[in-house]
């Protein structure tokens, strides 16, 4: 658990900015940004190309392929997270921040915090399906545009983090 | 003017667009702190509420921007992607979310930013992610009634609160900044080394003062398109604009003439539409004249484009609605509808004046032609309504 204190730029510098790249991709394509669907459209080209019928004949997968005109790969959000990728790493790097390093709260061994990282990360998907999209999708993008869903699941989200947090605590402070 | 997908920008364009949008998403994430696990869960846990002021700055820096871009005309804000709503599944997909948030410390976006510079704990999490879709997809029978369930369609938050969408903006400003000073007052109390001990007062006073007064602005802005409407009907523009006319036998003549330059553009509404309609008229109301689709049909300048009403009135609205967008070769059939009717298309001519022989021997030939056109055009199958195309999009 290392303890890192590279500065990070001011909050509200880097949210106007973060508006600014919400609102170009709205103006040039007409659509927000996103993150879980990619993860979606991954696993949906991974189960059609292993499994294709059982893909085919899935409830979930079936419409998804059959919607398609391009391979599922080929979609937005893939692209667009591959340049997240780029984009933090080169962050990283000019801010000096790269470097293999787990980090959680003070009193938590790093076995304990990777097995309730994947158990976040299962569950935030799953809900992200539920709800159309995650945190970047459903809330940030949803509520740019004001729409009512954005503001829901925007309120969902961090209401019930509040709701649980208390019990959870021992993983952060 | 925008959204420029799918039209001019082909899909693989759009893909070089995404990773370049991309690129520019994970640089901000990172520069934020949202490569920080122990960052983002300080927002639950109060030592750090940098997620909060990120999140909202930019929920309102594009929202704001969206609506000035919509008041100048550059974007077309009814063609934009609004994620439809499905109430109960978003609510609890939501709290599901919520837990996901305590217990992995990221949301997919900010782990991708993390994993980037080497966070191990973020490649986990995306592993945890890879299992949640998965699990989801192969238990989906067993929710899917529920995951379809209360569909509201693609509903804005203001029209759910009965707020006009600028007294909603300003509301939303008004919120965070209020948000932001609440939290930078706990934030202090609960650490020590809690960042908004570093700002600077001043600046970020000016800024908050700057967002309200945008706030303020944003109430008074109506959207274009309504501008635009109330602008074309008041007096003192019809007075100070020309508008150009096309008598009834003249637009007759260029009918039967089948003369290809002319477009006859009727604004009534597809009711009385398709109870009677001129050869080759298009069906368009006054309120979807400023729909992208028809840029190029009105763009096509040595085509006259001839609007018709059942008043005068309203073809002269519809006129300089186009005029105002900067299109031109414009017309208005004098009189409406009804005298084009009286005069070339019906059997009883009595005129006051006695007509001219050429014109009373004219207006025949045309009543039969034209009356033959029309059942012509009335017996083709009715067309069928385009939708407009829209913009893809959502998680």
Redesign the interface.
């Given at each position: 658990m290392e303890h890192?204190t590279t500065k990070?730029?001011?909050?509200?510098l880097?949210?106007?900015?973060?508006?600014?790249?919400?609102?170009?991709?709205?103006?040039?394509?007409?659509?927000?940004?996103?993150?879980?669907?990619a993860?979606?459209d991954?696993?949906?080209s991974v189960?059609s190309g292993i499994a294709p019928e059982h893909a085919a004949e899935?409830?979930?997968?079936g419409p998804l392929i059959a919607d398609q005109e391009?391979s599922p790969m080929?979609s937005?959000?893939v692209?667009?997270?591959?340049?997240?990728?780029?984009?933090?790493?080169?962050?990283?790097l000019i801010?000096d921040?790269?470097?293999?390093?787990?980090?959680?709260?003070p009193r938590i061994q790093?076995k304990t915090?990777?097995?309730?990282?994947?158990?976040?990360?299962?569950?935030?998907?799953?809900?992200?399906?539920?709800?159309?999209?995650?945190?970047?999708?459903?809330?940030?993008?949803?509520?740019?545009?004001?729409?009512?869903?954005?503001?829901?699941?925007?309120?969902?989200?961090?209401?019930?983090?509040?709701?649980?947090?208390f019990f959870?605590?021992r993983?952060?402070? | 003017m925008?959204?420029?997908?799918p039209d001019p920008?082909s899909?693989e364009l759009?893909?070089?667009?995404?990773?370049?949008?991309?690129?520019?998403?994970?640089?901000?994430?990172?520069?934020?702190?949202f490569?920080?696990?122990?960052?983002l869960?300080?927002?639950?846990?109060g030592?750090d509420f940098?997620v909060l002021?990120?999140?909202?700055?930019?929920?309102?820096?594009?929202?704001g921007?969206?609506l000035l871009?919509g008041f100048a005309g550059?974007?077309d804000t009814e063609?934009?992607?609004?994620?439809?709503?499905?109430?109960w599944?978003?609510?609890?997909?939501?709290?599901?979310?919520?837990?996901?948030?305590?217990?992995?410390?990221?949301?997919?976006?900010?782990?991708?930013?993390?994993?980037?510079?080497?966070?191990?704990?973020?490649l986990?999490?995306?592993?945890?992610?890879?299992?949640?879709?998965?699990?989801?997809?192969?238990m989906?029978?067993a929710?899917?009634e529920?995951?379809y369930s209360s569909a509201?369609g693609?509903?804005?938050?203001?029209?759910?609160l009965g707020l006009s969408?600028g007294w909603?903006?300003f509301l939303l400003i008004v919120i965070a900044l209020s948000a932001?000073a609440v939290t930078s007052w706990i934030e202090k109390r609960v650490s020590a080394s809690a960042?908004s001990r570093q700002?600077r007062l001043r600046p970020?006073s000016i800024?908050a003062v700057a967002t309200v007064l945008a706030g303020v602005l944003l109430i008074s802005l109506p959207d274009r398109k309504s501008r635009v409407l109330a602008m074309v009907t008041a007096a003192e523009h019809l007075a100070a604009c020309e508008t150009a006319f096309m008598t009834a036998d003249e637009l007759a003549f260029r009918i039967i003439d089948r003369e290809p330059n002319i477009q006859i553009v009727d604004v009534r509404d597809s009711a009385a539409f398709n109870s009677f309609a001129l050869p080759g008229a298009m069906n368009i109301q006054v309120r979807n004249l400023f729909d992208k689709e028809w840029n190029r049909l009105f763009a096509r300048r040595h085509v006259k484009k001839v609007l018709v009403a059942e008043h005068e009135s309203d073809a002269i609205a519809a006129y300089h609605v186009l005029d105002e967008l900067g299109y031109s070769n414009l017309a208005v059939l004098q009189g409406g509808l009804p005298l084009f009717k009286q005069d070339i298309l019906s059997e009883s001519t009595h005129e006051a004046v006695p007509l001219h022989e050429d014109v009373a021997e004219f207006r025949m030939s045309a009543r039969e032609t034209i009356n033959k056109l029309i059942e012509q055009e009335r017996q083709k199958p009715p067309a069928v309504e385009k939708k407009p195309k829209k913009?893809?999009?959502?998680?």
């Open positions: 890192r990070y730029m001011n909050p509200y880097a949210g106007f900015l973060l508006g600014l790249v919400l609102l170009g991709s709205i103006f040039i394509t007409g659509r927000g940004l996103g993150a879980s669907g993860i979606k991954t696993i949906v189960v899935s409830p979930y997968y391009h080929k937005w959000l692209f667009e997270l591959i340049g997240v990728l780029i984009g933090a790493f080169v962050s990283g801010s921040r790269l470097g293999f390093r787990s980090e959680g709260g790093n915090r990777w097995m309730f990282a994947v158990m976040g990360g299962a569950l935030f998907a799953i809900g992200a399906q539920f709800a159309r999209g995650c945190t970047s999708g459903a809330a940030l993008s949803g509520m740019a545009v004001l729409s009512t869903a954005g503001f829901v699941t925007m309120l969902a989200i961090f209401g019930t983090g509040y709701l649980v947090a959870f605590r993983l952060w402070i | 925008g959204p420029f997908v920008i899909f759009n893909l070089v667009i995404a990773l370049l949008i991309g690129i520019a998403f994970g640089f901000v994430l990172e520069q934020a702190g490569s920080s696990s122990r960052k869960a300080g927002l639950f846990y030592y940098t002021r990120v999140f909202f700055s930019a929920a309102v820096t594009a929202m921007g969206i871009l550059l974007l063609a934009i992607y609004i994620n439809p709503l499905w109430l599944p978003a609510v609890v997909g939501g709290a599901i979310m919520g837990v996901g948030f305590i217990l992995g410390g990221y949301c997919p976006g900010t782990s991708f930013s993390a994993a980037a510079i080497g966070k191990i704990d973020a986990f999490f995306i592993g945890g992610l890879f299992l949640g879709v998965f699990v989801f997809a192969e989906f029978p929710w899917e529920f995951y509201f693609p509903v804005r938050v203001f029209d759910t969408i909603f903006a932001f960042p700002f970020h800024a913009v893809i999009g959502g998680c």
